[in-house]
T-cell receptor
Framework: NAGVTQTPKFRVLKTGQSMTLLCAQD?????MYWYRQDPGMGLRLIHY???????AKGEVPDGYNVSRLKKQNFLLGLESAAPSQTSVYFC?????????????????FGEGSRLTVL | TQLLEQSPQFLSIQEGENLTVYCNSS?????LQWYRQEPGEGPVLLVT?????EVKKLKRLTFQFGDARKDSSLHITAAQPGDTGLYLC?????????????FGKGTLLTVNP
């Protein structure tokens, strides 16, 4: 029972390099999210998607791009990594309106991807 | 931007003690969730509260949603080392899009044996 799977789990980059984080969910969820978690800052929303082919900006989108070409996958890209992007990244998914029109649906998180930019 | 303030930020107690964690905002939320996160893992949902004044119990954990749906509390009775973790509250906005959840910064709880 995989749930939400993130790859890679660890990565070290040099400033200016690019990379893509992959999130895959097997629960047929409509909504998917990318968060970053920094000490003392909680979880901050980077981008999200409410369905295949759709994406939207969250709270801290600068420096990141996303794509949702397939319903089960949500990719987070860093085109030119900066040290400020050193963080732990979490992907999450949730059922759509069927999971609760008041936003009551449970978020299912992956185990996180730890990214260090030197 | 809707903000959720959690307090305290850190809490270290002895096994058997009681504690309360608070989640406050000046905004109204249509629902509020509490998650617990253990080191190296993603957050896991504990409870969702929807109605103002609602109280939910999960074994030794009691969750309350404020009457005005702007705040919530988590009370743990007779804490155990297994309760150690980061507790996060998250609110869904009452107006406009409810796709997004706003998270508080969390309360890091350590229960010492």
């Amino acid at each position: 029972n995989a749930g939400v799977t993130q790859t890679p789990k660890f990565r070290v980059l040099k400033t200016g390099q690019s990379m893509t984080l992959l999130c895959a969910q097997d629960m047929n969820h409509e909504y998917m999210y990318w968060y970053r978690q920094d000490p003392g800052m909680g979880l901050r929303l980077i981008h999200y998607s409410v369905g295949e082919g759709t994406t939207a900006k969250g709270e801290v989108p600068d420096g990141y791009n996303v794509s949702r070409l397939k319903k089960q996958n949500f990719l987070l890209g860093l085109e030119s990594a900066a040290p400020s992007q050193t963080s732990v990244y979490f992907c999450a998914s949730r059922r759509g309106l069927a999971g609760g029109p008041l936003g009551t649906g449970e978020l299912f998180f992956g185990e996180g991807s730890r990214l260090t930019v030197l | 931007t809707q903000l959720l303030e959690q307090s305290p930020q850190f809490l270290s107690i002895q096994e058997g003690e009681n504690l309360t964690v608070y989640c406050n905002s000046s905004s109204v939320f249509s629902s509020l969730q509490w998650y617990r996160q253990e080191p190296g893992e993603g957050p896991v949902l504990l409870v969702t509260v929807v109605t103002g004044g609602e109280v939910k119990k999960l074994k030794r954990l009691t969750f309350q949603f404020g009457d005005a749906r702007k705040d919530s509390s988590l009370h743990i009775t007779a804490a155990q080392p297994g309760d150690t973790g980061l507790y996060l509250c998250a609110g869904a906005s009452s107006g406009g899009s409810n796709y997004k959840l706003t998270f508080g910064k969390g309360t890091l709880l350590t229960v010492n044996p």
